[in-house]
């Protein structure tokens, strides 16, 4: 047999493997849960390889995998089940609790310790040292996987970024959703709209949106240790604020040693926007739509008149929607001068200064944001999305509180109109 032959039937051959092995992948669907319900975040993967998936807020899942795989079902604070896959699509798995974290003590109300498995609700505990060893900004974000059962989600936005956290997922479309926070035995109003009342994000079915909240002023450094208390239970301890969970945080005391001790750490980023809004820039710029609909037209530009034989005519500046063509020539502006300049729409600078909300502690938390920004941009939302919850950026000095906290924002508009 000739060499191209030989080459021919190697490359159908590989192609038919190619094709069996393909046929042979199948949608494995399947509910991930425990001794009280589904479970959220559980990672399911095809053992050996790079396959994997996670369960959502029901516990469900889908995977692609092939007779005889193995799925490896795993998640912090449960023993790892390892199942063949065989003829049936469709896969349960109940997981258990494993059993060496069963003796651990934890924080409950009022400061109280007491063992996990003496409790009738589920608790996880988190120290000190898995918080601050990944080096997040802040603390929502260090919780990531580091509790069986506990979602969290960062909005867009780098180091100031808003967190959710969500404990076996959602429990009510219209209230509180998010657990509540206690520091050393204090309450701590996760409010997301500077202390607004009714912490619930807005409604669900309206606005999916993450603002700004309380946890953005808690520092991880300061942090010792973490107890998530979960179900339905835990409510009993801090009344209908707990029906989300409860976050106990026990902060770090001054001990006693021997000489002088220092404790430093630092976390450094660099941030670049990903995506930029695209403008067109064929015409320059011109009246708002909205313009229209405040004086009485539609959006797009007519308005009602009786004497017109269509019963509607042009609102007189729907046709300022674009300003003049950028030809290169010069513009004869609204003073009547001539001139071949472009202003800039919005300009808005973002100024955060430092604060001390610990007697033992000397950092601080900086953060400046400058930028042009489209008169297209919501600046109420701008403003919101970098603002925390208890109003320390609003507070002037004199007014009481300790914290040397300014925040100062200012907003221009310089379009010129023509």
Not at 67 to 91: D, M, W
Not at 182 to 196: L, T
Not at 376 to 383: L, P, V
């Amino acid at each position: 047999m000739s060499l191209f032959y030989k080459r021919t039937a190697g490359l159908a051959l590989c192609t038919l493997f190619s094709a069996t092995s393909l046929y042979a992948q199948q949608s494995i669907t399947g509910i991930v849960s425990d001794a009280n319900g589904p479970i959220s975040g559980v990672t399911v993967t095809v053992k050996g390889t790079t396959k994997g998936t996670q369960t959502i807020a029901n516990g469900s899942f889908t995977i692609q995998a092939a007779q005889g795989e193995t799925l490896r079902i795993s998640i912090v604070g449960y023993k790892t089940q390892e199942i063949v896959v065989g003829s049936n699509k469709a896969i349960n798995v109940t997981l258990t609790s494993d059993a060496a974290a069963l003796d651990e003590v934890v924080v409950t109300a009022m400061g109280i310790k007491r063992e996990s498995k003496a409790l009738g609700y589920a608790v996880s505990n988190i120290k000190a040292d898995e918080i601050t060893k990944a080096g997040n900004t802040n603390f929502g974000s260090a919780l990531y996987g580091k509790a069986p059962g506990v979602k969290i989600t960062t909005a867009p936005g780098g180091s100031a970024s808003a967190v959710n956290v969500q404990i076996r997922g959602i429990n009510s479309l219209n209230y509180q959703r998010q657990p509540l926070y206690v520091v050393d035995g204090i309450i701590i109003r996760n409010d997301q709209q500077n202390g607004a009342a009714g912490a619930n994000n807005n409604n669900f079915d309206r606005d999916q949106r993450i603002r700004g909240n309380g946890m953005l002023d808690i520092n991880p450094a300061d942090i010792d240790n973490i107890s998530i208390l979960k179900g339905a239970a835990a409510s009993a301890l801090y009344g209908s604020d707990a029906a989300s969970g409860v976050i106990v945080i026990t902060t770090k005391k001054g001990t006693k040693g021997r000489g002088l001790g220092v404790d430093f750490n630092y976390t450094g980023s660099l941030e670049r926007a990903a995506f930029l809004p695209k403008f067109q820039n064929e015409y320059g710029p011109g009246y708002d739509a909205g313009i229209n609909v405040t004086n009485g037209a539609t959006a797009e530009g007519w308005i009602l008149d009786p004497k017109s034989p269509s019963g509607r005519r042009p609102y007189f500046r729907s046709y300022a929607s674009f300003g003049p063509k950028f030809t290169g020539e010069d513009v004869l502006w609204w003073d009547g001068q001539l001139s071949n300049r472009l202003s800039t729409d919005i300009v808005a600078n973002y100024i955060n200064t430092n604060t001390h909300n610990r007697t033992y502690l000397l950092g601080q938390v900086l953060g400046s944001f400058d930028g042009f920004f489209s008169r297209t941009e919501d600046m109420a939302a701008m403003k919101k999305a970098y603002q925390t919850s208890d109003g320390y950026k609003y507070s002037k000095l004199g007014t009481g509180r300790p914290e040397d906290f300014i925040y100062t924002m200012r907003a221009s508009n310089l379009l010129d109109y023509f």
